[in-house]
């Protein structure tokens, strides 16, 4: 018998030629991001955030970014409670996201930013010595050296 003669190997090679070919799917990884604010739509079903809103809280900041990069609360537009959004916080005035008084002179980052136009990363704006918020509570001027 000449198939006899043939190794293992070319018989299921033969079985593999005559055979009918069924073709099977590699797995199907579902990673789907779909309003590519780079958190998964799985991930965001779990943390409660919109798969179909890139920003669920409307701070300016990604709810993927939120998660991965600043540690912000995506669900909630101001994680610090200072008054000021963490967008505003991260992207215009530079001051930490999650702390309500970045430098800490006691002066909130929002009361610097929009009552007494302090540099609410520096807490002697003025650098006369005494920090902005003991000038605020003092009666002087954290804006004027002589004040
Ligand atoms: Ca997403
Ligand atoms: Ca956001
Ligand atoms: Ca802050
Ligand atoms: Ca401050």
């Known amino acids: 018998m000449k198939v006899a003669l043939l190794s293992l190997f ?83 005035v530079y001051t930490d996201p999650l702390s309500w008084d970045t430098d800490g002179d006691d002066l909130s980052d929002r009361e610097e930013v929009s009552v007494w136009y302090t540099d609410p990363t520096d807490v002697d704006t003025d650098d006369d010595g005494y920090s902005d918020g003991r000038e605020v509570a003092t009666g002087y001027d954290p804006l004027d050296w002589y004040a």
């Open 10 to 92: 070319a018989l299921s090679t033969l079985a593999a030629c005559g055979g009918v070919v069924v073709h099977t799917p590699p797995p199907v990884v579902v990673v789907a991001d779909s309003d590519g604010d780079g958190l998964i739509d799985e991930d965001e079903y779990g943390i409660g955030t919109d798969p179909y809103d890139a920003d669920t809280d409307r701070d300016r900041l990604y709810d993927g970014e939120e998660w991965f990069e600043t540690d912000t609360d995506p669900l909630h537009p101001d994680s610090d409670g200072d008054g000021l959004s963490d967008g505003t916080e991260v992207l215009d």
